[in-house]
C-alpha cells in the first residue's frame, strides 16, 4: 500500500507540453506556484510524494512533483492554496482524461508512468493522435 496520492489538473491555456516546459523554466526559483480555490483534504499524502499530474489538450502528459502548500489571502479575502511545484515538469505516458473542473486526487497505481529515459524530449503528437492512441492503449 503507498503512501502518498498526487493530483490531477486540466492545463488549460496551453497548446503542449513545449508550451508549459517553456513556462515552468521562465519561472524564477527552484519551485513554482498554482493557486487553486480548494485545498486538499489530503494534504499529509499529497506531501508524501506527490505529484501534479498536467491534462494537456484532454491527455495527460507531464507531472511535477508536489514541493507544499501554502495559504493565499485574494484581494477578495478569500482563502485559497498555492501548490508549489518543483522544476523541471516529468513527461509521462499519455493517458487520456475527460474534461472537469478543479483538480481530482489521483490514486498511484492509476498514474501514468514516466518516459523512460532519452524519450521525455520528443516532440508532442498531434492532439487528436494522442487522444485517438490513448483511447485504444497504444500509448
Not at 486538499?40 to 512533483?65: D, M, T
Not at 492509476?110 to 516532440?123: C, H, I, S, Y
Amino acid at each position: 500500500m503507498t503512501n502518498h496520492i498526487h493530483l490531477v489538473k486540466l492545463c488549460v491555456g496551453v497548446d503542449s507540453v513545449e508550451q508549459l516546459a517553456a513556462y515552468i523554466e521562465a519561472a524564477p526559483g527552484e519551485t513554482r506556484g498554482h493557486t487553486t480555490r480548494m485545498w486538499p483534504k489530503q494534504e499529509e499524502k499529497l506531501l508524501n510524494g506527490g505529484s501534479l499530474y498536467w491534462v494537456i489538450k484532454g491527455v495527460i502528459q507531464a507531472r511535477q512533483e508536489i514541493a507544499g502548500l501554502e495559504e493565499v489571502i485574494g484581494a477578495d479575502g478569500v482563502r485559497r492554496c498555492r501548490i508549489l511545484l518543483r522544476k523541471p515538469l516529468i513527461r509521462t505516458a499519455n493517458a487520456l482524461r475527460r474534461p472537469f473542473q478543479g483538480w481530482r486526487y489521483l490514486k498511484p497505481e492509476d498514474a501514468p508512468a514516466d518516459l523512460p529515459k532519452g524519450r521525455e524530449n520528443e516532440p508532442d503528437l498531434p492532439g487528436e493522435l494522442a487522444q485517438a492512441l490513448a483511447e485504444i492503449g497504444v500509448i
